[in-house]
């Protein structure tokens, strides 16, 4: 895995291409909630609609993957994979380089999906909210379908060496490239599913190797973290590892740490296959080398899943420092004195507008930085004249000299200017439905559907611990931060957030998932929790992991939201910093 997102290093694909290992395959993930409805829009205004970030890293590594006889298959080609494709020709012309590309095609699905909201002939509810997208008042913009593997292996079988897709789902690059090199059959669930988690652990790059990862102390050499190199065997064994002599490692819990990222429950779904997590557990088997057992394969759902975007409106936002004491009350002040400023004609037209501060002053602070708060006014509209200068900024800036004492706006006043933000639908679409293809140079060849699929219920198996033993049983506790003894990981699907913990030892995990119950979530979330949304959670005791999905928890999700936790990964740090009552016994351990 040589690229987590489009705001991964450019230098991956030249360090993994040069690198001693023996690399078959380099995969690439450009593609998130968050750029795919921006890509559709760039394509829509005549732009380009795939992510150009992605030549750039490809280039210097071109030598050595045409010397290698390297396959590379990504899928930054968001919404416009052929407008990528023949961009990669024009480089592989201008390098002399004679290697075999392809694109993927199938996902765009917009014609289908606006004819559906008027013939209604296929239901779309929301993952997220339960509603129907025909009361959805967006006007949409662009859609597209989470593809499977079947078109990658039929490029890999076609001698294509470069494969660029569009919105195919985060593991079909690994899932494909698995079922090509050991020619597997489409029932061979176990070592798909097997593959489909390899991807899962490999899709983030170094997500696995100390990134993003909550015992961030203990990882050496944090400026090189190594890109991940899963090795998976013709009966569904998975080793992790990665590229020899990078910085970064590879452990049980940085693999579990990855495992827990944006799960939704114990069955993980992919169009070619599903994964039940819940028997999971990993093994060391020496230095960056991590085994993956216990995953269970079953038959893919009939459906895949769909994104739709839509552009909602513009959005602005004004930031003050609050500095001191009285923090409370001097938003307070601030707050009442801009609406009174706005009045009630020009709030009439925003559709978001929310006040908060963000931060706290410390008792006896040791420095000015230290004692300031942010004070942030945000504001939503449909219409990009109800947040100009006069409308929206003016209004915030100009009560500065009957306000708080110190008051000051911070400098970046250019997040005042008005910009688009997207409504973003997340729902499931028949599989039967797609036109998936793979186009080489001289053919066009249409994918069939799964042939063997399962229908699984709406509602995943959620349920608290049954364990008859009691928090008292652990002994002495002395009350401190959770993230003492307790990893996390936490992310986004749509707007739900998922948060994983899980701990070192089998007596911690049984203290762990008598500590964290339903009831106890909702009550570490404190004002987070949005009374009356749905949280979900299951364990997965071979990693001594508790899981929880906490429904509708982001505001609309990543491209609408107005909270700062846009993509819900700071949600498990913040639950780490809970204070809870912590068994003296776990802490002789050390902290993590």
Request: glycine content about 10%.
């Amino acid at each position: 895995g040589a690229s987590g997102s489009a705001l991964d290093r450019r230098n991956a694909f030249d360090k993994v291409a040069n690198s001693d290992d023996h690399i078959d395959v380099i995969v690439g993930d450009w593609m998130s909630e968050g750029n795919m409805p921006g890509a559709g829009g760039r394509k829509l205004d005549g732009q380009v609609g795939y992510e150009p970030s992605f030549l750039q890293t490809l280039t210097p590594a071109l030598p050595a993957i045409a010397k290698k006889g390297i396959k590379v298959i990504v899928n930054a080609g968001a919404s416009d994979a052929q407008g990528l494709c023949a961009a990669v020709d024009d480089l592989l012309k201008q390098q002399g380089l004679d290697l075999k590309s392809a694109w993927i095609s199938g996902d765009n699905i917009l014609d289908k999906v606006q004819n559906t909201i008027k013939t209604r002939d296929i239901r779309l509810t929301s993952l997220s909210t339960g509603g129907e997208i025909t009361d959805w008042p967006s006007d949409i913009m662009y859609a597209q379908a989470y593809l499977g593997c079947l078109g990658i292996e039929k490029a890999l079988h076609e001698g294509a060496q470069i494969i660029i897709c569009g919105r195919v789902a985060d593991a079909s690059p690994a899932i494909g490239a698995a079922k090509w090199w050991h020619d597997w059959k489409s029932d061979q669930f176990h070592e798909l599913a097997a593959a489909f988690v390899a991807g899962h652990l490999t899709e983030c790059s170094t997500y696995v190797t100390g990134g993003n990862f909550s015992g961030f102390k203990s990882i050496p050499r944090r400026n090189d973290l190594g890109y991940p190199i899963a090795e998976i065997s013709s009966t569904g064994d998975v080793i992790l590892t990665k590229v020899g002599g990078s910085g970064g490692m590879v452990t049980v819990d940085t693999v579990k740490a990855q495992l827990l990222y944006e799960i939704q429950g114990p069955l993980y779904y992919h169009s070619d296959v599903t994964a039940q997590l819940d028997q999971i557990f990993v093994v060391q088997l020496g230095p960056d080398r991590i085994q993956v057992n216990g995953v269970v394969g079953l038959p893919p759902p009939p459906t895949t899943k769909i994104g739709v975007a839509a552009k909602a409106g513009y959005q602005a936002e004004i930031h003050w420092s609050i500095v001191g004491l009285d923090v409370e009350a001097k938003a307070k002040m601030m707050e009442v004195a801009i609406k009174t400023e706005f009045g009630d004609e020009r709030m009439s037209k925003f559709t978001t507008l929310s006040f908060t501060t963000n931060g706290s002053c410390p008792e006896d602070p040791f420095s000015q930085n230290s004692a300031t708060v942010d004070f942030r006014i945000f504001a939503q509209a449909k219409k990009e004249q109800d947040l100009s200068m006069e409308q929206f900024t003016q209004p915030t800036i100009d009560v500065m000299m009957c306000s708080y004492p110190g008051a000051t706006t911070q400098p970046a006043i250019t997040a005042g200017i008005p910009r688009p933000y997207y409504e973003y639908w997340v729902a499931l679409y028949p599989q039967s439905a797609l036109s998936h293809q793979v186009h080489l140079a001289t053919q066009s060849i249409s994918i069939p559907t799964p042939e063997i699929t399962r229908i699984y219920p709406t509602q995943q198996l959620s349920y608290d611990s049954t364990d008859s033993q009691s928090l008292e049983d652990f002994g002495k506790t002395i009350r401190g931060p959770m993230g003492w003894i307790v990893h996390s990981r936490s992310g986004d699907k749509g707007s739900n957030a998922n948060v994983g913990f899980w701990v070192r030892t089998q007596e911690e995990f049984a203290w762990l998932r008598r500590l964290l119950t339903i009831s106890k979530m909702k009550q570490l979330l404190g004002a987070e929790f949005k009374e009356g949304n749905k949280i979900d959670r299951f364990e997965l005791p071979g990693i001594y992991g508790v899981h929880f999905l906490l429904h509708d928890h982001l505001d609309r999700g990543v491209n609408s939201s107005s909270t700062y936790d846009i993509l819900g990964k700071n949600l498990g740090e913040f639950l780490r910093a809970r204070y809870v009552d912590l068994p003296e016994k776990f802490l002789l351990a050390g902290k993590i």
